[in-house]
């Protein structure tokens, strides 16, 4: 991320719900406009283009996708992820800081898929940094609910049986070590599994709360750095704890707080690494008078540059 501002941002919304059980994340890029994110971020000196939303393919298009296991309407899911890699992927091109703007989490699969891309055609390792209350690597084999949004993370790392909802689209599979689920506190058994053979690392609450957020953060950004990487950061509003922000359909307690969400974005503001960014899983229908859209919406301000606390900005070390 440009901390002199010279990178212009690219807000892009998508109005998906289809990865979710539930009705109303597609309200969520209007929700986050309405919330000043775009002029919360051009108070702070950076450039700010709005995409408006992204065009869904028609479904009948797509075609049936015939995964093993569950998943539900995975063709529906397809037909929103798949535009927009191709312009996740065109934003990088152009020289744009992606943002996008969910939507339920099944629209990383498109996110990440067109960012990966590009920074695999740039040699520059890309790493992610998942901050949710789930883990999402499940795949249709193994999932509960058959939600994709709950297979986002999976896909990203190359779980095949996924494969098919991203054909003919601009892709790259991430190493799964260089992947760091950051808040977890709700994990299915067997994606628990799945997890540990992959590589990825999980860092739940309970090592949050007895190591800070302060070392765990450090260390996964110093790895970043060491290997010359970037960063892609996805966001779901379920990370915070309900009673910060209850706009989720997947609330678990005992999430983060709302100093320690900050100082997840400050760090990561003064590490530099930060090249795009997902904000997913809100919903108006469930939040309590824009309460979430406006936490979300002050927590990007201080992804990008915005101090909570009036103190001079520290060199990342």
């Given at each position: 991320?440009?901390?002199?501002?010279?990178?212009?941002?690219?807000?892009?919304?998508?109005?998906?719900?289809?990865?979710?059980?539930?009705?109303?994340?597609?309200?969520?890029?209007?929700?986050?406009?309405?919330?000043?994110?775009?002029?919360?971020?051009?108070?702070?000196?950076?450039?700010?283009?709005?995409?408006?939303?992204?065009?869904?393919?028609?479904?009948?298009?797509?075609?049936?996708?015939?995964?093993?296991?569950?998943?539900?309407?995975?063709?529906?899911?397809?037909?929103?992820?798949?535009?927009?890699?191709?312009?996740?992927?065109?934003?990088?091109?152009?020289?744009?800081?992606?943002?996008?703007?969910?939507?339920d989490h099944s629209l990383s699969m498109g996110s990440l898929s067109g960012v990966a891309s590009y920074w695999h055609e740039k040699g520059r390792p890309l790493y992610v940094l998942w901050l949710d209350a789930h883990a999402d690597f499940n795949t249709p084999s193994i999932s509960p609910s058959g939600n994709l949004h709950g297979m986002s993370l999976a896909l990203a790392a190359g779980e095949e049986e996924l494969f098919p909802v991203m054909a003919?689209?601009?892709?790259?599979?991430?190493?799964?070590?260089?992947?760091?689920?950051?808040?977890?506190?709700?994990?299915?058994?067997?994606?628990?599994?799945?997890?540990?053979?992959?590589?990825?690392?999980?860092?739940?609450?309970?090592?949050?709360?007895?190591?800070?957020?302060?070392?765990?953060?450090?260390?996964?950004?110093?790895?970043?750095?060491?290997?010359?990487?970037?960063?892609?950061?996805?966001?779901?509003?379920?990370?915070?704890?309900?009673?910060?922000?209850?706009?989720?359909?997947?609330?678990?307690?005992?999430?983060?707080?709302?100093?320690?969400?900050?100082?997840?974005?400050?760090?990561?503001?003064?590490?530099?690494?930060?090249?795009?960014?997902?904000?997913?899983?809100?919903?108006?229908?469930?939040?309590?008078?824009?309460?979430?859209?406006?936490?979300?919406?002050?927590?990007?301000?201080?992804?990008?540059?915005?101090?909570?606390?009036?103190?001079?900005?520290?060199?990342?070390?």
């Amino acid at each position: 991320m440009s901390t002199d501002r010279t990178q212009p941002i690219a807000l892009l919304g998508v109005p998906l719900e289809a990865g979710t059980g539930r009705r109303g994340a597609a309200m969520g890029p209007a929700a986050l406009r309405v919330a000043g994110l775009a002029e919360r971020l051009e108070a702070l000196g950076w450039s700010v283009s709005d995409f408006g939303d992204v065009e869904q393919l028609p479904a009948e298009t797509i075609g049936a996708l015939h995964l093993p296991g569950r998943a539900h309407v995975p063709e529906i899911v397809a037909s929103w992820v798949r535009p927009l890699a191709h312009e996740a992927r065109r934003l990088c091109d152009e020289g744009y800081l992606p943002v996008l703007m969910g939507g339920d989490h099944s629209l990383s699969m498109g996110s990440l898929s067109g960012v990966a891309s590009y920074w695999h055609e740039k040699g520059r390792p890309l790493y992610v940094l998942w901050l949710d209350a789930h883990a999402d690597f499940n795949t249709p084999s193994i999932s509960p609910s058959g939600n994709l949004h709950g297979m986002s993370l999976a896909l990203a790392a190359g779980e095949e049986e996924l494969f098919p909802v991203m054909a003919d689209a601009p892709r790259a599979v991430v190493d799964p070590s260089r992947m760091c689920v950051f808040g977890a506190r709700s994990i299915d058994p067997q994606e628990r599994e799945l997890l540990r053979r992959r590589g990825v690392t999980v860092c739940d609450m309970r090592q949050i709360d007895e190591n800070g957020v302060s070392l765990l953060m450090r260390d996964f950004l110093n790895k970043i750095r060491k290997e010359n990487g970037v960063l892609h950061v996805s966001l779901d509003v379920d990370f915070l704890d309900p009673g910060i922000a209850p706009g989720v359909g997947t609330t678990v307690p005992g999430g983060a707080t709302y100093r320690e969400a900050h100082l997840v974005m400050e760090l990561l503001e003064d590490a530099g690494v930060t090249v795009s960014l997902d904000i997913v899983e809100l919903n108006p229908f469930l939040d309590e008078r824009g309460r979430s859209a406006i936490a979300l919406a002050e927590l990007v301000a201080s992804l990008f540059g915005q101090d909570v606390m009036d103190r001079p900005t520290q060199a990342f070390a």
